[in-house]
């Protein structure tokens, strides 16, 4: 027995192709002697029909696109130990300074000497925020080169030499550090 995961004029990714559609018409299986429907297939307008497995909303779309290999990088306010917060009026977060921690515990990840930041702290806050992002923007390079293996000849040459750099860019980060 099969229930409707999607319903009529809905807006759907089809995994299968890799395109946005709508649904045109839900379209039952029935067996005689059953009160519900054995399968439900969705005719989305591109020549078949196509069962609930092959399609995708656009909310859990696009949640799996950014959430492919996505770590739990945050960004926190640590305490200046050795200034009060009148001592540096001229941070953009006076008393405080950036840590990024990249484990699930609270201690892990990058720090930068105080002072260092005492001398470019807009620097050290934008390097911070580089570096927080730095796996979503990985997973999006990802995504990225992955569309544009599926379907080349339908993306511009520009944005082919783009996913070229991305692709290298993936691989460094990604290689193997001899020990």
Sequence with gaps: MAKAAFHKNQRIYVKTVGTWSTIERVVPHWTKGLDEPLRIFYDVGLGREFTAEELQTEQAHNTSAVAVGSENWRLVRAKNKYKAPEECGNHPY?????????????????RTPGSEYDLYPEKIEHQARMIVTAPKMAALLRVLTDFVKLEPENVPHEVQTLCQEAAGMLRYIEQDVPQ
């Design 94 to 110: 006076p008393g405080t300074h950036p840590q990024v921690v990249t484990g699930e515990a609270e201690w892990g990840g990058w």
